[in-house]
């Protein structure tokens, strides 16, 4: 059983800003152009993946590199 994470699908995302009001650990940063997720920082509490309109985040498996 490998560690979870949070991951997002780029594709789906308008960079709403809704994920990173929620994340109670500060997290989820957006940028011009993305939003970044620090799962450093990531409790994985979910509060983003529930509150994303779009189901652009989802916790997964985490892949390694």
């Given at each position: ?52 309109p779009l189901g652009c985040l989802e916790v ?6």
């Open positions: 059983m490998g560690r979870k994470a949070i991951r997002l699908k780029d594709d789906l995302c308008d960079l709403c800003g809704t994920c990173v009001a929620v994340c109670p650990a500060d997290a989820l940063e957006l940028t011009e152009c993305r939003l970044l997720i620090d799962m450093e920082r990531c409790t994985l509490c979910a509060n983003c993946v529930h509150a994303c997964r498996d985490e892949v390694p590199v």
